[in-house]
Protein backbone atom coordinates (compact mmCIF):
# COMPACT_ATOMS: atom_id res chain seq x y z
CA UNK A 1 0.00 0.00 0.00
CA UNK A 2 1.57 3.06 -1.06
CA UNK A 3 1.58 6.26 1.28
CA UNK A 4 -0.28 9.46 1.28
CA UNK A 5 1.31 12.21 0.03
CA UNK A 6 1.85 15.30 2.00
CA UNK A 7 3.12 18.36 2.03
CA UNK A 8 4.37 20.14 5.09
CA UNK A 9 2.69 23.65 5.74
CA UNK A 10 6.23 25.32 5.36
CA UNK A 11 6.83 24.06 2.25
CA UNK A 12 3.39 25.03 0.48
CA UNK A 13 2.38 27.55 3.05
CA UNK A 14 -0.83 26.69 5.18
CA UNK A 15 -3.17 28.04 3.21
CA UNK A 16 -2.65 25.81 0.08
CA UNK A 17 -5.13 23.19 1.11
CA UNK A 18 -7.91 25.81 1.87
CA UNK A 19 -7.40 27.25 -1.55
CA UNK A 20 -7.72 23.70 -2.83
CA UNK A 21 -10.94 23.39 -0.83
CA UNK A 22 -12.60 26.12 -2.42
CA UNK A 23 -11.67 25.24 -6.00
CA UNK A 24 -13.02 22.11 -5.12
CA UNK A 25 -16.38 23.40 -3.79
CA UNK A 26 -16.27 25.82 -6.58
CA UNK A 27 -16.27 23.04 -9.28
CA UNK A 28 -18.91 21.18 -7.59
CA UNK A 29 -21.49 23.89 -7.85
CA UNK A 30 -20.61 24.86 -11.20
CA UNK A 31 -21.63 21.45 -12.24
CA UNK A 32 -24.58 20.65 -10.05
CA UNK A 33 -27.13 21.31 -12.92
CA UNK A 34 -24.77 18.53 -15.54
CA UNK A 35 -24.27 16.11 -12.32
CA UNK A 36 -28.74 16.31 -12.15
CA UNK A 37 -29.17 15.43 -15.65
CA UNK A 38 -26.70 12.96 -15.57
CA UNK A 39 -28.58 11.60 -12.32
CA UNK A 40 -31.98 11.71 -14.88
CA UNK A 41 -30.34 10.02 -17.56
CA UNK A 42 -29.10 7.15 -14.98
CA UNK A 43 -32.06 6.46 -13.58
CA UNK A 44 -33.98 5.90 -16.84
CA UNK A 45 -30.99 3.32 -18.00
CA UNK A 46 -31.81 1.81 -14.48
CA UNK A 47 -35.32 1.65 -15.23
CA UNK A 48 -36.60 3.71 -11.99
CA UNK A 49 -39.53 5.08 -13.79
CA UNK A 50 -42.30 6.25 -11.93
CA UNK A 51 -44.34 3.11 -13.65
CA UNK A 52 -41.88 1.38 -11.26
CA UNK A 53 -43.61 1.43 -8.28
CA UNK A 54 -45.72 -1.38 -8.02
CA UNK A 55 -42.40 -3.83 -9.00
CA UNK A 56 -40.99 -1.88 -5.50
CA UNK A 57 -43.40 -2.87 -2.84
CA UNK A 58 -43.79 0.90 -2.43
CA UNK A 59 -44.60 1.50 1.45
CA UNK A 60 -46.45 4.65 2.26
CA UNK A 61 -43.62 6.80 3.79
CA UNK A 62 -44.00 9.97 6.09
CA UNK A 63 -42.07 12.90 5.69
CA UNK A 64 -41.78 13.71 9.44
CA UNK A 65 -41.04 10.49 11.03
CA UNK A 66 -44.22 9.71 12.24
CA UNK A 67 -45.14 7.21 10.24
CA UNK A 68 -45.55 2.95 12.35
CA UNK A 69 -42.26 1.58 11.98
CA UNK A 70 -42.72 -1.61 10.25
CA UNK A 71 -42.82 -4.73 13.17
CA UNK A 72 -39.87 -7.06 13.08
CA UNK A 73 -41.86 -9.73 11.00
CA UNK A 74 -42.29 -7.42 8.08
CA UNK A 75 -39.99 -6.67 5.46
CA UNK A 76 -38.94 -2.88 4.58
CA UNK A 77 -40.19 -1.92 1.23
CA UNK A 78 -37.56 -1.05 -1.36
CA UNK A 79 -38.29 2.81 -0.84
CA UNK A 80 -38.27 2.68 2.80
CA UNK A 81 -34.82 1.14 2.88
CA UNK A 82 -33.81 3.41 0.38
CA UNK A 83 -35.28 6.27 2.44
CA UNK A 84 -33.33 4.77 5.57
CA UNK A 85 -30.39 5.46 3.23
CA UNK A 86 -31.51 9.53 2.91
CA UNK A 87 -30.95 10.46 6.42
CA UNK A 88 -27.68 8.82 6.92
CA UNK A 89 -26.38 9.93 3.77
CA UNK A 90 -28.20 13.76 4.51
CA UNK A 91 -26.18 13.60 8.08
CA UNK A 92 -22.84 12.87 6.14
CA UNK A 93 -23.97 15.27 3.22
CA UNK A 94 -23.88 18.24 5.96
CA UNK A 95 -21.21 17.28 8.04
CA UNK A 96 -18.67 17.43 5.24
CA UNK A 97 -20.44 20.59 3.55
CA UNK A 98 -20.07 22.89 6.84
CA UNK A 99 -16.57 21.52 7.40
CA UNK A 100 -15.77 22.22 3.34
CA UNK A 101 -17.83 25.85 2.87
CA UNK A 102 -19.58 26.16 6.30
CA UNK A 103 -22.46 26.44 5.67
CA UNK A 104 -25.14 23.28 4.87
CA UNK A 105 -26.97 21.76 1.94
CA UNK A 106 -28.93 24.01 -0.44
CA UNK A 107 -32.83 24.28 0.34
CA UNK A 108 -33.38 21.93 -2.67
CA UNK A 109 -31.43 19.44 -1.54
CA UNK A 110 -33.02 19.12 1.93
CA UNK A 111 -36.50 18.68 1.11
CA UNK A 112 -39.66 20.72 1.43
CA UNK A 113 -39.76 20.79 5.62
CA UNK A 114 -36.20 20.26 6.40
CA UNK A 115 -35.00 20.25 10.30
CA UNK A 116 -32.58 22.34 11.72
CA UNK A 117 -28.56 21.73 11.69
CA UNK A 118 -26.91 22.38 15.05
CA UNK A 119 -22.58 22.27 15.76
CA UNK A 120 -21.76 22.85 12.07
CA UNK A 121 -18.37 24.75 11.88
CA UNK A 122 -15.73 24.98 8.81
CA UNK A 123 -12.11 23.87 9.36
CA UNK A 124 -8.94 25.58 7.79
CA UNK A 125 -6.97 22.46 7.26
CA UNK A 126 -3.08 22.25 7.38
CA UNK A 127 -2.56 19.82 4.93
CA UNK A 128 -4.07 19.79 1.09
CA UNK A 129 -3.85 15.70 1.37
CA UNK A 130 -6.54 16.16 3.91
CA UNK A 131 -8.35 18.89 2.67
CA UNK A 132 -8.58 17.25 -0.91
CA UNK A 133 -10.52 14.46 0.80
CA UNK A 134 -12.54 16.01 2.73
CA UNK A 135 -13.44 18.03 -0.38
CA UNK A 136 -14.39 15.04 -2.09
CA UNK A 137 -15.98 13.19 0.44
CA UNK A 138 -18.64 17.03 0.78
CA UNK A 139 -18.78 16.54 -3.28
CA UNK A 140 -20.00 13.25 -3.43
CA UNK A 141 -22.25 12.85 -0.47
CA UNK A 142 -23.91 15.24 -1.91
CA UNK A 143 -24.32 14.04 -4.83
CA UNK A 144 -25.52 10.75 -3.24
CA UNK A 145 -28.32 13.07 -1.12
CA UNK A 146 -29.46 14.38 -4.68
CA UNK A 147 -29.35 10.61 -6.43
CA UNK A 148 -30.96 9.03 -3.63
CA UNK A 149 -34.00 11.81 -3.71
CA UNK A 150 -34.36 11.27 -7.73
CA UNK A 151 -34.12 7.43 -7.65
CA UNK A 152 -36.96 7.50 -4.40
CA UNK A 153 -39.29 9.68 -6.54
CA UNK A 154 -38.80 7.79 -9.41
CA UNK A 155 -40.00 5.17 -8.26
CA UNK A 156 -43.32 6.75 -6.97
CA UNK A 157 -41.95 7.73 -3.60
CA UNK A 158 -41.67 10.58 -1.24
CA UNK A 159 -37.92 11.18 -0.07
CA UNK A 160 -37.93 12.25 3.40
CA UNK A 161 -36.72 15.62 4.02
CA UNK A 162 -33.97 16.18 6.17
CA UNK A 163 -34.61 15.62 9.48
CA UNK A 164 -32.71 17.70 12.16
CA UNK A 165 -29.28 16.96 12.80
CA UNK A 166 -26.78 17.97 15.92
CA UNK A 167 -22.96 17.25 14.36
CA UNK A 168 -21.49 17.72 16.98
CA UNK A 169 -23.54 15.60 19.72
CA UNK A 170 -20.99 15.00 22.12
CA UNK A 171 -16.81 16.39 22.31
CA UNK A 172 -15.86 13.47 21.06
CA UNK A 173 -17.29 14.36 17.34
CA UNK A 174 -16.10 17.41 17.51
CA UNK A 175 -13.91 18.38 14.36
CA UNK A 176 -11.90 21.62 14.26
CA UNK A 177 -8.61 20.35 12.37
CA UNK A 178 -6.96 17.39 10.17
CA UNK A 179 -6.28 15.27 12.88
CA UNK A 180 -9.97 15.23 13.93
CA UNK A 181 -11.72 15.04 11.18
CA UNK A 182 -10.05 11.97 9.57
CA UNK A 183 -10.66 10.53 13.02
CA UNK A 184 -14.02 10.93 13.09
CA UNK A 185 -14.99 10.84 9.69
CA UNK A 186 -13.44 7.49 9.47
CA UNK A 187 -15.68 6.26 11.95
CA UNK A 188 -18.89 7.49 10.46
CA UNK A 189 -18.30 6.03 6.83
CA UNK A 190 -17.09 2.85 8.04
CA UNK A 191 -20.66 2.56 9.65
CA UNK A 192 -22.23 3.63 6.37
CA UNK A 193 -20.34 1.33 4.71
CA UNK A 194 -21.88 -1.40 7.24
CA UNK A 195 -25.22 0.05 6.90
CA UNK A 196 -25.46 -0.20 3.30
CA UNK A 197 -23.85 -4.32 3.30
CA UNK A 198 -27.09 -4.81 5.67
CA UNK A 199 -29.77 -3.34 3.74
CA UNK A 200 -28.75 -5.36 0.67
CA UNK A 201 -31.35 -7.93 1.38
CA UNK A 202 -34.10 -5.69 1.54
CA UNK A 203 -33.39 -4.70 -2.44
CA UNK A 204 -33.46 -7.70 -4.19
CA UNK A 205 -36.93 -7.66 -5.76
CA UNK A 206 -35.22 -4.45 -7.53
CA UNK A 207 -31.98 -5.83 -9.23
CA UNK A 208 -31.35 -2.29 -10.74
CA UNK A 209 -32.01 -0.40 -7.08
CA UNK A 210 -29.79 -2.84 -5.74
CA UNK A 211 -26.72 -2.53 -8.57
CA UNK A 212 -26.87 1.56 -7.82
CA UNK A 213 -27.13 1.18 -4.34
CA UNK A 214 -24.12 -1.62 -4.60
CA UNK A 215 -22.30 1.59 -6.72
CA UNK A 216 -22.92 3.46 -3.63
CA UNK A 217 -21.46 0.97 -0.86
CA UNK A 218 -18.17 0.78 -3.07
CA UNK A 219 -17.74 4.71 -3.34
CA UNK A 220 -18.34 4.79 0.52
CA UNK A 221 -16.02 1.58 0.87
CA UNK A 222 -13.04 3.70 -0.64
CA UNK A 223 -14.12 6.95 1.38
CA UNK A 224 -13.28 4.62 4.55
CA UNK A 225 -10.01 3.55 2.86
CA UNK A 226 -8.89 6.59 2.28
CA UNK A 227 -9.41 7.35 5.89
CA UNK A 228 -8.00 4.41 7.09
CA UNK A 229 -4.77 5.44 5.50
CA UNK A 230 -4.80 9.11 6.65
CA UNK A 231 -5.17 7.72 10.32
CA UNK A 232 -2.27 5.24 9.89
CA UNK A 233 0.40 7.25 7.89
CA UNK A 234 -1.00 10.83 9.26
CA UNK A 235 2.35 13.40 9.32
CA UNK A 236 3.98 12.77 12.53
CA UNK A 237 2.33 9.99 13.96
CA UNK A 238 -0.85 7.89 13.57
CA UNK A 239 -4.36 9.37 14.67
CA UNK A 240 -6.90 7.24 17.04
CA UNK A 241 -9.78 6.73 15.51
CA UNK A 242 -12.21 5.02 17.98
CA UNK A 243 -14.42 2.38 17.51
CA UNK A 244 -17.70 2.85 16.56
CA UNK A 245 -19.31 0.05 18.37
CA UNK A 246 -18.22 -3.49 19.61
CA UNK A 247 -17.43 -4.52 16.08
CA UNK A 248 -15.01 -1.93 14.58
CA UNK A 249 -11.72 -2.49 13.66
CA UNK A 250 -10.15 0.88 14.47
CA UNK A 251 -7.21 1.73 11.63
CA UNK A 252 -3.54 0.57 12.98
CA UNK A 253 -0.44 -0.39 11.76
CA UNK A 254 -1.65 -4.57 12.53
CA UNK A 255 -4.87 -3.79 11.06
CA UNK A 256 -5.34 -2.11 8.11
CA UNK A 257 -8.42 -2.68 6.64
CA UNK A 258 -11.31 -3.08 8.81
CA UNK A 259 -11.73 -7.17 8.58
CA UNK A 260 -13.05 -9.55 11.01
CA UNK A 261 -9.41 -11.36 11.10
CA UNK A 262 -11.40 -15.01 11.49
CA UNK A 263 -13.45 -14.76 8.24
CA UNK A 264 -11.82 -12.26 6.50
CA UNK A 265 -14.79 -10.23 6.01
CA UNK A 266 -15.99 -6.47 6.44
CA UNK A 267 -18.88 -5.81 9.35
CA UNK A 268 -22.49 -6.05 8.21
CA UNK A 269 -24.94 -4.05 10.30
CA UNK A 270 -28.73 -3.93 10.80
CA UNK A 271 -30.99 -1.31 11.21
CA UNK A 272 -30.82 -1.35 14.65
CA UNK A 273 -27.50 -1.33 15.46
CA UNK A 274 -26.82 1.95 13.09
CA UNK A 275 -29.33 3.76 14.85
CA UNK A 276 -27.38 2.75 18.34
CA UNK A 277 -24.67 4.44 16.73
CA UNK A 278 -26.28 7.27 15.15
CA UNK A 279 -28.51 7.49 18.34
CA UNK A 280 -25.43 7.25 20.51
CA UNK A 281 -27.14 4.51 22.29
CA UNK A 282 -25.19 1.33 21.95
CA UNK A 283 -26.41 -1.94 23.08
CA UNK A 284 -30.18 -0.27 23.48
CA UNK A 285 -32.99 -0.87 21.06
CA UNK A 286 -36.20 0.47 20.71
CA UNK A 287 -34.93 4.20 20.78
CA UNK A 288 -36.15 6.46 18.37
CA UNK A 289 -33.71 9.02 18.59
CA UNK A 290 -30.72 11.14 20.07
CA UNK A 291 -26.73 11.34 19.41
CA UNK A 292 -26.63 12.96 15.59
CA UNK A 293 -29.92 12.68 15.10
CA UNK A 294 -31.97 14.81 18.23
CA UNK A 295 -35.43 14.38 16.82
CA UNK A 296 -34.71 10.83 15.05
CA UNK A 297 -34.64 9.67 11.52
CA UNK A 298 -37.41 10.68 9.14
CA UNK A 299 -39.23 7.90 7.42
CA UNK A 300 -40.64 4.68 8.67
CA UNK A 301 -37.50 3.00 9.66
CA UNK A 302 -36.27 5.39 12.80
CA UNK A 303 -36.74 2.95 15.95
CA UNK A 304 -33.55 0.94 16.86
Not at 13 to 23: D, F, M, P
Not at 27 to 44: D, G, K, Q, Y
Not at 131 to 136: D, E, P, Q, S, T
Not at 158 to 172: D, E, H
Request: charged share 10%; proline share 6%.
Amino acid sequence: MSKLSYTSPEQEGVSTGEEQLVQEAKLFAENRSAARMNRRRLLTNLGLAAGAAGVLGVAGCSDDGTAPIPSPTTTPSVVDVLNFALNLEYFEASLYSYIVTGSGLSSADMGSSPGTVTGGAKVTFQYSAIANIAANLMAEEVQHVEFLRSAITSAGGTPISMPSLNLVPATAYAITNDQTFVSVARTIEAVGVSAYEGAAQYLTSAPSVLTFAASIHDLEAQHEGALRQACIYFPGGSVTSAPADSMDIPPTTAAIFNTNPSTGLNTVRTVSQVLQIVYATPGVTGTTKGGFFPNGLNGNLYMS
